[in-house]
């Protein structure tokens, strides 16, 4: 079963042969954009996901997350553009923003007083942490521009 980051790459290869070949209609540009900063941010999150330390060590946890929690933050307020919306739209957009604010405000809230029991208790809290905030970034995401 493909990931959502596998389908995305196989849309990116398609988009990119459309390209090469001068044949990617003008309309399909924001979809391309689109594409690219959703490939872009699965990335990274897998990539934080995959570096987080096996330690007990709450320096080097706090680190990490800090550049978890930055990423996360620049999510929340990047790349509001998308297709126009009328009033419901909008209202999606807003009730999408709030519910992955919500999630975010969540996740920090319980690293703030983070302690782990095991060495792999951060590597496995940081990872369900991402998996719960992707699905409602995608969400949200969708109301910019539903891919």
Not at 46 to 57: E, L, N, R, V, Y
Not at 115 to 131: C, F, L, N, P
């Amino acid at each position: 079963m493909a990931t959502i980051l596998d389908q995305y790459l196989e849309k990116q290869n398609t988009i990119r042969s459309q390209i090469a070949e001068n044949s990617l209609p003008p309309e399909d540009l924001l979809i391309m954009q689109e594409l690219n900063y959703r490939i872009c941010v699965l990335e990274t999150f897998q990539s934080f996901c995959k570096s987080a330390p096996i330690t007990m060590d709450t320096k080097v946890m706090g680190y990490h997350f800090q550049m978890v929690d930055a990423y996360v933050r620049f999510t929340l307020n990047e790349r509001r553009f998308g297709l126009k919306a009328d009033a419901e739209g909008q209202k999606r957009r807003e009730t999408a923003l709030s519910s992955f604010e919500h999630v975010v405000q969540d996740g920090r809230k319980r690293f703030s007083s983070f302690k782990a029991g095991t060495q792999e208790q951060y590597k496995t809290s940081i990872s369900q942490y991402v998996h719960t905030i992707l699905p409602v970034w995608m969400q949200y995401r969708n109301t910019y521009i539903n891919l």
